[in-house]
């Protein structure tokens, strides 16, 4: 009987810790991409900022559909980062599956803005070089507009989905070291066949 208690004493201690790591897994995963967030929101208002202030010192041309263009991505970086934030899963007490679903959600959702960020760099590009080739000045401030948001998108989308794969592999880890679960409620034991 002795022996019982004790080995079930383990179990529901290794599931304590197990839950209490989780925690900290989500934790680390909410924290980064608030971090995230605040930075894309700190980029859209100093686009938003400089773009205004371009359009307003702006003679026509090229220099004045850079700055339109700034001021839209800029708006449309604050607007993401708002309801990135807003979106932010802020629960810390998932259990293994729903924390490594959330992980897996995040990582693709970093990983696809940043092909998407690479079809926007192409896309700056083309526009660019169509607006040189034709001497379309909106096509060139255009383009080197989309094409400065694109290469900082692409640099921060990077990073934010490096930086959670990081943790992400971290995760997927210790869920295999730790195959016993602790809910509070019941204990269980996970067997790979």
Aim: glycine content about 12%.
């Amino acid at each position: 009987m002795k022996r019982i208690f004790t080995a079930l004493l383990l179990i529901i201690c290794s599931g304590a810790f197990a839950q209490d790591s989780l925690k900290v897994f989500n934790y680390n995963r909410v924290n980064t991409t608030r971090a995230g967030m605040e930075v894309l929101g700190s980029w859209g208002i100093a686009n938003v900022g400089i773009g205004i202030a371009g359009l307003s010192n702006s003679k026509g041309g090229a220099n004045r559909s850079f700055y339109k263009m700034t001021t839209i991505w800029g708006a449309t970086n604050l607007l993401a980062a708002v309801i990135g934030t807003l979106q932010n899963d802020q629960n810390l007490s998932l259990n293994g599956q729903a924390t490594l679903a959330a992980q897996r959600k995040i990582e693709r959702t970093f990983l696809i803005n940043g092909c998407v960020d690479v079809a926007y760099l192409g896309v700056g590009i083309y526009l660019k070089q169509r607006g040189d080739h034709k001497n379309f000045s909106d096509l060139k401030g255009d383009g080197s507009a989309i094409i400065v948001q694109s290469i900082f998108l692409l640099i921060f989308d990077g990073t934010m989905y490096s930086t959670h794969r990081h943790n992400g592999n971290k995760l997927r880890r210790f869920l295999e070291k730790n195959p016993i679960g602790f809910t509070g409620k019941s204990v269980g034991i996970n067997f790979n066949m």
